[in-house]
């Protein structure tokens, strides 16, 4: 067996120093993770789910099942891992909209760039939305990005509101979750519902439409 999935340390190590041994092992446990995510994605695809076993695990991406419990604990750890990581990619592609441009341009982005990650990976969406074996939320931290993302975007489109409109953004806030969530679930459920592929743009365009209406009542 490899040193790579055996944990133990190389020839190549004598003498080195001390910061660089740790940073090429450093390294070494980045690939390791890298290369066992990577591996229990394309079997969580290939299942649908989470039904597989870490030995095959081990075989896909040549790492020992005690090298996967090292790095991740268990199962349900190794899961919760691969959840936050592309979770955490999404996160970071939302952050990176333009934050200077068109407060609703920028809400609208946010919001289609969500439902587009979560009905292209709905494996990941289904397993957010369970318990883990041990009755554990599966909802990943990265998801608090997302949520502050969303968040921070209305806020700033609701300060670009006239003063006497009366937006409030807590509750926009709760209508656009309700929105996308359902327009996910929809997607993912009932597929045949929902083949238009400007479904999502044209709801939450809609949406804009009522919120903006409902503005003018209220003045």
Request: with cysteine; hydrophobic share 35%; glycine share 8%.
């Given at each position: 067996m490899?040193?790579?999935?055996?944990?133990?340390?190389?020839?190549?190590?004598?003498?080195?120093?001390?910061?660089?041994?740790?940073?090429?092992?450093?390294?070494?446990?980045?690939?390791?993770?890298?290369t066992i995510l990577d591996a229990t994605e394309a079997l969580m695809l290939e299942a649908n789910g989470s039904d597989f076993s870490i030995r095959r695990l081990g075989d896909r991406s040549g790492y020992s099942a005690p090298t996967v419990y090292h790095h991740f604990?268990?199962?349900?750890?190794?899961?919760?891992?691969?959840?936050?990581?592309?979770?955490?990619?999404?996160?970071?592609?939302?952050?990176?909209?333009?934050?200077n441009g068109d407060p609703r341009d920028r809400l609208r982005s946010i919001l289609l760039a969500y439902y587009e990650f979560s009905v292209t990976n709905p494996t990941f969406t289904r397993l957010m939305w369970t318990l883990s074996r041990k009755g554990e939320?599966?909802?990943?931290?990265?998801?608090?990005?997302?949520?502050?993302?969303?968040?921070?975007?209305l806020e700033r489109y609701g300060e670009s509101r006239p003063p006497a409109s009366r937006f409030d953004t807590d509750s926009a806030?709760?209508?656009?979750?309700?929105?996308?969530?359902?327009?996910?679930?929809?997607?993912?459920?009932?597929?045949?519902?929902?083949?238009?592929?400007?479904?999502?743009?044209?709801?939450?365009?809609?949406?804009?439409?009522?919120?903006?209406?409902?503005?003018?009542?209220?003045?």
């Amino acid at each position: 067996m490899s040193t790579a999935s055996t944990g133990a340390v190389g020839l190549t190590d004598l003498g080195e120093s001390g910061p660089r041994i740790e940073e090429r092992r450093e390294r070494q446990r980045q690939e390791a993770r890298r290369t066992i995510l990577d591996a229990t994605e394309a079997l969580m695809l290939e299942a649908n789910g989470s039904d597989f076993s870490i030995r095959r695990l081990g075989d896909r991406s040549g790492y020992s099942a005690p090298t996967v419990y090292h790095h991740f604990g268990d199962k349900d750890g190794l899961i919760d891992a691969l959840l936050d990581d592309r979770v955490g990619r999404l996160a970071e592609e939302l952050e990176e909209v333009e934050p200077n441009g068109d407060p609703r341009d920028r809400l609208r982005s946010i919001l289609l760039a969500y439902y587009e990650f979560s009905v292209t990976n709905p494996t990941f969406t289904r397993l957010m939305w369970t318990l883990s074996r041990k009755g554990e939320s599966r909802m990943p931290a990265a998801m608090e990005r997302v949520r502050r993302c969303v968040e921070e975007s209305l806020e700033r489109y609701g300060e670009s509101r006239p003063p006497a409109s009366r937006f409030d953004t807590d509750s926009a806030g709760r209508v656009l979750w309700a929105l996308v969530y359902g327009l996910v679930s929809l997607q993912l459920t009932q597929p045949e519902l929902t083949q238009d592929d400007d479904l999502a743009e044209r709801a939450i365009d809609a949406l804009f439409l009522g919120m903006a209406e409902l503005e003018k009542v209220s003045q």
